[in-house]
């Protein structure tokens, strides 16, 4: 084999990127060529398992004894047409004059972060790690959590240019093997130029990509992604990606939080009512107030309707514009808030808070009971922020709603949207199960919450091939 | 577009019977029967409630013998299909005139105490699409989505009742109403009752396992002894002056006006109303789908849904446009169409009973 000649041809495919490298040393009289990526390799296990061995070996140098000496696990003959593939996943090509085969070494190393505590979902009690970019990582976050052979990983690739790794794990003996072959499915069926991150994924794999409700599970955390994975769900790394995505999804998962399960359970309860009366005061409670103010203000105490009526009487717009502004003005500092870096943020809390909101009472813009109501219903999106994107959304409508048709349009679009969300069934679960349809067994960590000894079963709100988690051999 | 209308529940079914139930008797029908026949008005919903529990049980005997056959094959096979198209358009004007009247009164009701003069396009416009929303999504749909507010809705119930019994200011006289006036408006408000037979429209898609007509009967006897109860308060609580006072569920609740820093409950009731309203309406539009589509086998489900909304804003703009014309159409018109429920179904069924005993013995 002509080592330099395929090394430039090798370097041609590639169009002479600049982190492509490539060494050519003689060895008695045999020409070794090396080709890599500089870019996802790490120079010192390149010398160290494969240039010095190679150098230092005194005998005649041929395929098979270049195969044994390296110091490397993943060593494997490679095809002419993979030369492009190997080398772009981290592998090293070795030549050798005298053979027409050539050996691939995967040696792939880059900088990660290590596993932290991730900033979207802190917790009290509990694991603190996350996952990380790096998917091998991610697995080994998961293996650690099932030293048994039920744990499974699938890889896929997907992407003509980023040709990102998709990893799907699941248990074998309790996942629905249907629902691990969808998922299959769907992922290869992907035909798409790039997968940047698993955001990416949640549109093309989800049943109905333009629902605004979320339908696919999504968490940083493995302790969060193993329980579901216990329950029965599939879950879906991707590269370069620290959020790993579960299917099937019910909103109920929402509802729940890591923190439920390392804490008492009754003050587990107590927390999940919360969030529900939260999520409802958000949705809703811009909305009732306007329907109030415009339709129904007969029917408040009067007490209540006397101080409404004063400080709002000096307003000069009407409920409707007053709540919008001071819901949109919230919304430019939440975005705002984002995108600054944290010591510039405490600047527009304060200039939101205090100059905005203050000065605009205070002017006679705005009234105090719609400023609370407001802030009350933006603080309460974040008891469950998973849900943050989908309640702001519907606060809108419900504005809209409660303006034009009152307690009457707030009734039916309440009921229109929870119907449009039972019309929603991914990988085979209902997406308000166990609520509708009623799962009495699955309701033990609905809402409620009941010790972990009680919950015998797995969810009954998709199929799983093995009920029982509890007391199986009786 | 096809409307897929998978099997519901036992218990999905029993929360819409409840509602069906329940709903459309919350309102003027107390005042009305009072009105009528003084204090023997409780009686009335006794009497008709015993009507009703029987065609549910007629309608258990049938799901036993045909348990998975379509009401279309069922009167198809035994009287032809001439029949079953005559039956299927009469389902059609059934549940089309129960849901004029349901919207009339409920339109009566918001305007007088919450849209002050509102037209009624302001209510069409927050009825219909919500409805037909509900019933093109399909008959699970519903019944999942009337599961998730049945809590909410039960709870109000029991609530209002509880509310109720703190008005309760008299024992009632009795007897005093003769027999022919008592029979009288029994006929006269008779139109609320008859819900029942929209199980029979979908006898195929209610799954009924083994011990679970108990679901069923309890969700409608249950129902049928709330509306018995909340007339017996209603009639109570406003002595003398309840024809005074239309909305029975909305009156109970206006009688405890102020509780100190909660307010005027009635705001409860109206939410109950709201929910009823939609939920019947929506059950309505449902069941017209289907007996459009036994009328009309061939044509799309959703030109049933078209047809309801013509038919549907024709009669309340051009036919039934004032509170005279609804009274007229609810007590003297709508009474008569209950022959189909409680006559006419009950005879085809008795006579295909007999018909097939005489087949298994023969």
């Known amino acids: ?474 | 577009m096809k409307v897929s209308d998978r099997t519901i529940t036992a218990g999905q079914a029993g929360i819409i019977l409840f509602i069906l139930l329940f709903a459309n008797k919350v309102l003027v029908f107390p005042s009305l029967i009072f009105e009528g026949a003084d204090f023997e008005a409780f009686l009335i919903p006794i009497l008709s409630s015993i009507l009703e529990m029987g065609l549910l049980y007629l309608f258990y005997k049938l799901k036993n013998r045909f348990p998975d056959q379509t009401f279309v094959q069922i009167l198809r096979q035994h009287f032809g299909k001439a029949v079953q198209i005559v039956f299927y358009v009469a389902f059609s004007i059934y549940f089309l005139s129960k849901a004029v009247l349901l919207y009339n009164v409920t339109f009566i009701f918001f305007r007088n105490m919450i849209y002050k003069d509102a037209q009624n396009l302001v209510f069409l416009f927050a009825l219909l699409p919500i409805i037909n929303h509900l019933a093109i999504c399909g008959l699970r749909v519903l019944g999942r989505t009337a599961q998730l507010f049945f809590p909410v809705i039960l709870s109000i119930v029991v609530f209002c009742i509880i509310v109720g019994c703190f008005g309760i200011d008299s024992a009632p006289l009795l007897f005093q109403t003769s027999a022919a006036k008592f029979f009288t408006t029994f006929f006269r408000h008779f139109a609320p009752f008859g819900d029942t037979v929209f199980l029979f429209l979908i006898i195929d898609k209610v799954k009924v396992e083994k011990g679970q007509w108990k679901i069923l009967f309890s969700c409608a006897g249950g129902a049928l002894f709330l509306v018995c109860l909340v007339s017996f308060i209603f009639i109570l609580s406003y002595s003398f002056t309840s024809f005074m006072h239309p909305f029975a569920i909305f009156e109970i609740m206006s009688f405890v006006k102020e509780y100190e820093g909660l307010g005027r409950l009635d705001l409860i009731s109206m939410i109950l109303i709201i929910l009823f309203t939609y939920f019947q309406l929506a059950i309505y539009l449902k069941m017209f789908m289907f007996s459009f589509d036994g009328v009309f086998e061939k044509i799309d489900q959703v030109y049933g849904v078209i047809s309801f909304n013509v038919l549907f804003l024709i009669i309340i703009n051009f036919l039934i446009v004032n509170l005279e014309q609804a009274v007229m159409y609810g007590q003297h018109i709508l009474p008569f169409f209950n022959v189909l429920p409680f006559a006419v179904l009950p005879i085809f069924v008795l006579v295909m009973f007999a018909r097939r005993k005489k087949e298994k013995k023969t």
Not at chain 1, 9 to 19: A, P, R, W, Y
Not at chain 1, 278 to 299: C, D, R, T
Request: charged residues 20%; hydrophobic residues 45%.
């Open chain 1, 1 to 474: 084999m002509d080592v330099l000649k395929e090394i430039e041809k090798i370097k041609k495919q590639l169009h002479n990127s600049v982190d492509v490298a490539s060494r050519v040393i003689q060895k008695n009289g045999v020409f070794v060529g090396f080709v890599y990526l500089k870019s996802m390799t790490d120079n010192l296990i390149f010398s160290q398992a494969l240039f010095e061995p190679i150098s230092n070996f005194e005998g005649e140098l041929s395929f098979e004894v270049l195969s044994e000496i390296v110091k490397a696990n993943d060593v494997e003959e490679c095809e002419s047409a993979d030369f492009i593939k190997k080398i772009l996943g981290g592998a090293v090509l070795i030549f050798l004059s005298n053979s027409e085969d050539v050996l691939s070494v995967d040696i792939l190393h880059f900088n990660t972060r290590a596993p932290q505590e991730p900033p979207t979902s802190p917790v009290i009690m509990g694991p603190r790690e996350g996952f990380t970019e790096d998917y091998k990582t991610n697995m080994t976050l998961l293996r650690r959590r099932f030293h048994s052979e039920e744990l499974v990983f699938e890889e896929l690739v997907v992407g003509k240019s980023t040709q990102t790794k998709i990893v799907i794990s699941y248990l074998d003996g309790i996942v629905d093997k249907k629902i691990v072959k969808e998922v299959k499915k769907k992922i290869e069926s992907i035909d798409i130029d790039g997968i940047v991150d698993s955001y990416y994924l949640i549109d093309l794999i989800s049943n109905r990509p333009n629902s605004i409700l979320k339908q696919i599970g999504q968490s940083e955390k493995p302790d969060i992604i193993s329980a579901k994975m216990l329950e029965g769900r599939v879950a879906i790394i991707v590269d370069n990606s620290p959020i790993v995505l579960t299917v099937p999804f019910v909103f109920l998962e929402d509802l729940q939080n890591s923190n439920d399960y390392y804490t008492n359970y009754t003050y587990s309860t107590l927390l999940r009512f919360i969030r529900v009366a939260a999520i409802l005061m958000s949705v809703l409670g811009q909305g009732i107030y306007i329907a109030l103010q415009l339709f129904h203000y007969n029917i408040l105490p009067m007490k209540y309707l006397i101080t409404i009526a004063d400080s709002t009487q000096q307003v000069p717009f009407t409920p409707f514009i007053e709540i919008l502004f001071i819901s949109l003005l919230f919304q430019i500092l939440y975005e705002v808030s984002l995108r600054l870096p944290s010591y510039l943020g405490l600047a527009t809390s304060v200039v939101g808070a205090l100059i905005l909101g203050d000065t605009g009472v205070k002017a006679g813009l705005l009234s105090p009971p719609t400023v609370i109501v407001v802030a009350i219903a933006k603080i309460a999106i974040y008891t469950v922020p998973e849900q943050s994107s989908q309640i702001t959304l519907l606060q809108y409508v419900f504005i809209l709603i409660g303006a034009s048709l009152g307690l009457l349009g707030i009734v039916g679009a309440s009921i229109y949207f929870l119907a449009y969300a039972n019309t929603i069934e991914n990988f085979g679960a209902p997406y308000l199960a166990p609520f509708s349809p009623f799962i009495f067994s699955d309701n033990k960590d609905g809402v409620l919450k009941v010790p972990l000894s009680s919950m015998e079963n797995r969810p009954k709100s998709f199929k799983n091939e093995k009920r029982k988690r509890i007391n199986e051999s009786e």
